[in-house]
């Protein structure tokens, strides 16, 4: 099934990898993985034929210390512009991977195998590269779209629970944001058991037309950051302290903390935040909120910010967002409140 030119479902991960090879014709390929992808996935392709990268996995990886690594391992191994380089992996995969690619001898072309939930609905979709710096997450990069997303479902089945219900988190995203009846059907649904392959094709149709139309993120764009501004924040504040959280995670919590700023601003009705947050505290368990002077200063940080104002995407009711909304320290003060007492 063919999402797009360039977005494609596919049966076997070697064969699609060929046909790739044989469009290109790069002189040399490497793939990347982590300890997960190289034990799970690098047996779907005839690895013993290219380069094999492995670095370790987690969102604490993703920095200037780890690309250095694959820097230099695609340089003794005597890569050039003409090269591929091949991500197989989660979203920090896909974030560092393309990153290095693009910058690598200013720039080389690079293709993703996305295989977690939330790099096929989400990471890998729209462009957007970077990696962490000074604590701050995505913090240097740059906007950058692979050759091609090749999408193997059965990927998912090498997830652990946990990593499944983190990519549901943007799933949940894209029905609140953008589409009413998207929302109904996943939050109907039975979690985990889904067609995942009508999940994962419809929040791609859903990331890419609001990407086609703003892809520098100047506004439409800024819509898939509803639920991010605080779960950004709250995300880097756990990866700097070393407790585990996962991306979907926080995101989860940024959604309902953000559901009811839109509430007190009169955007979002009482039922609809009601609904919202029922269903997603019936995915996700409850969190600490980090001190609330912690998030004002990560917070301070956000790429959507102009100047000292901190910008929103906020929902103007299920199925519609709106961006560049205005908050005070109060009513986030009111929206954690409301949250802890759902705990």
Known sequence: MELSKDILFIK????????VLNQLNPDKVAILVDE???????PYFKHDQYLIIEIQSGEINKNLRTC???WEALTRAGFSRKSLLVNVGGGVIG???GFVASTYKRGIRFINYP???LAMVDANIGGKLGIDFMGLKNHIGLFNDPERILIFTDFLKTLPPRELRSGFGEVIKHGLIR?????KQTSTSQFPEMEWKSVIQRSVEIKSEVVKEDPRENGLRKILNYGHTLGHAVETWYLNHQKSLLHGEAIAVGMILEAHLSFQLK?????SLEEITGYITSIYEGIAIPPMENLMELMGQD???VGNEINFSLLEKIGKCVYDMKVDEKMIAAAIKFYNTLK
């Open 267 to 271: 955007l979002l009705d009482e039922k």
């Open 12 to 19: 076997s991960p070697q064969d699609a990898l060929q046909e």
């Open 36 to 42: 997960n992808t190289a034990r799970h996935c690098l």
């Open 68 to 70: 250095e690594k694959i």
């Open 115 to 117: 295989t977690t939930l």
């Open 95 to 97: 974030d560092m991977g």
């Open 179 to 183: 589409d009413e009846h998207y929302w």
């Open 303 to 305: 790429k959507k910010n």
